[in-house]
Each structure stands twice: as C-alpha cells, then as structure tokens.
C-alpha cells in the first residue's frame, strides 16, 4: 500500500506564490515509478487537472496555469511539488495530488490553496 500526503497549501495574495509537496510511503521503490497528477477542485466545480507529470518526466499543463504552475519531483525522496507563482483568486481551491502505479490509483487527502485579491 503506498500513502501519499500533501503539505504546502494556505492563504496567499494574488500574485504571490505557494509550493505544495506530496510525499509519497509505504510499498514504493521508488518515486520515479510513478506517473503523478495534481487536481485541483473549486467550490461548487468538478475536479479538474492541472498538470500531468509521466515518469518519464514529460509534462502537461492545464492552459490556465501554464507559465505559472511548473511541476517537479525528488526521486530520492518519493516527493513531487508543485510550485505556483503569480497565483490568481481563480486558483482557490482544493488541491490533490494523484499517483499512479502498476495499475493503481493513490491520492492525497487534498489540501486546500486561498487566493486574496
């Protein structure tokens, strides 16, 4: 069984930045087995993507947050971040981490980003 545990989210200013982490234990050899996702859910939304992050390192941004949002990952430590900078009020929501592996799903108990204006 593997866990996944995020950290990093809050409350930030428009414009500001947040770096969210997800931790991934348990069964997991290794961090780079797995094909990552981070989700985000807006009050009131459906779940939505906001990158995809394959093992073999190649990415794919939601529009919304190209050139703001760059995913990456520690190997060595099983954790993919997600920095966000110039964040936006419309970047409020939940946000989750999702790892996918040998034909299984694992997710974050999702953590929760605050946008100002």
């Known amino acids: 069984q593997v866990q996944l545990v995020e950290s990093g989210g809050g409350l930030a200013q428009a414009g500001g930045s947040l770096r969210l982490s997800c931790a991934a234990s348990g069964s997991i050899s290794s961090g780079n087995a797995m094909n990552w996702y981070w989700y985000r859910q807006a009050p009131g939304k459906q779940r939505e993507l906001v990158v995809m992050?394959?093992?073999?390192?190649?990415?794919n941004y939601a529009d919304s947050v190209k050139g703001r949002f760059t995913v990456s990952r520690d190997n060595a430590k099983n954790t993919v971040y997600l920095q966000m900078n110039n964040l936006k009020p419309e970047d409020t929501a939940v946000y989750y981490c999702?790892?996918?592996?040998?034909?299984?799903?694992?997710w974050g108990q999702g953590t929760q980003v605050t946008v100002s204006s």
């Open positions: 999702n790892g996918r592996m040998f034909g299984h799903d694992y």
């Open positions: 992050f394959t093992r073999g390192g190649s990415t």
